[in-house]
């Protein structure tokens, strides 16, 4: 070959090449076709500068406080537009139970001294609060299980409070009785109906993990308290249900070390719109259940009468918190499915939020301003849950979400007309 003939040659594989660049440049990912597949015979180019689809949200959620310390449970939005919390005492450094967020910061309610357990006097200070709800009134009623730890109760100690927010001066104190609060008792929630007696009934979730869940009755004038439905599977859980949350299935570390089930009672509880019916769930299950609540008011009522009005209602997604608006609608946290769905009124279930940061959505709580909060605390990633390994991150956060709705307020009658 002459000099000239290489020297053609050479220059038209340059060009070549420059075509090939110019094609790579303008077409990315022409350039490794050849290794990223084939579909129907042809190969498939993977642009590795565009973003793969992903698992899409639904709704709009909003952050409103994030925790960096110990990690949160209860959310109560009261009329007056104040926003309480709790922190049970489950492990982390818990400085105060109860406490309210005033300027981006939470401070501890009513005061910091209640908030320092006092063994030597357990009905006067908290000791592991697990809910707050805040009522028409503007008093924060707050159920302390009394069981750090899921301990067995302090004798004398698991209590509901209710605090006086115009005064922030406690001005009623139950404590719960031995027959009311068995010793592997874990209450978790509580509703209010105040149109029932002098003061109105409050309904309860025993959880327990341990001993037999059920749904407690408190008349509020009296303190006298009762239990329903112990014992019976609606409110105990389904014993072969396994919870899976981030793609991993949620146990617990057995005494020969092999995973076991979490179980949990009836925890979530919600009223409907006219107080007739009862709507509970156990942690450990996707179904939701209801009562009816003239059985469970009348103390004397036959426990089969009881039983025969609890009625399932089919799958909603396994919940921790219920809340239920005036319009008759119930909302629940899905765990499983990061999610806040809604329960309309004809039973059709929808969801209104699904999020990846909704991280174990726990108590729900419906504001006069129209939002529905609750917070996302990431229970599942506990240690306990984990085979020792903490693997929550912070922050824990508490959110809400734009539902145009009102609390369900179930006021004596002089007050509702």
Known sequence: MTFDRYAAAHVAVAAVVAVIALLSAALPGVAHAQTNGQTNGQTVAHDEGASLPEERSIGHIEPVHEFYGAMPSG???APNGRLFVNYPRWGDDVPFTVGEIVDGRVVPYPNAQINRPDPMHPAATLLSVQNVVADYRNRLWILDTAAPKFAPPVQGGAKL?????ATNKVVKTIVFKPK????????????????????????LSDS????????IVVDLASGD?????????????????????????????GPNGTPQPVHF???????SADGNILYFSPLSSRHLYSVAT??????D??????????????????????????NGAVYAGDYERNSIRKMLPDGTWVTIAHDPRILWPDALSIGTDGYLYFTANQLNRQAQFNHGRDLRKKPYTLFRIKINAQPLELKPQALSE
């Open 161 to 165: 409070i209710a605090v006086d927010l």
């Open 180 to 203: 009311v609060l068995l010793p592997q008792s874990y209450i978790d929630d509580v509703r209010f109906d105040f149109r029932y007696g002098k003061e109105g009934v409050a309904y």
């Open 265 to 271: 009672a009836a925890d979530g509880l919600a009223l």
């Open 225 to 253: 308290a009762w239990r329903t439905l112990e014992a019976h599977p609606a409110t105990q859980g389904d014993p072969a249900f396994v919870p899976v949350v981030e793609g991993i299935e949620m146990t617990e570390d």
């Open 301 to 326: 009522a036959d426990d089969g009468e009881v039983e025969a009005s609890v009625r399932d209602l089919g799958e909603k997604g396994a919940s921790d918190g219920l809340a239920s608006d005036a």
């Open 208 to 215: 327990s993990p341990a001993g037999p869940g059920g749904i």
């Open 75 to 77: 959310v109560a939005k």
């Open 294 to 299: 003239r059985f469970l008011r009348d103390r």
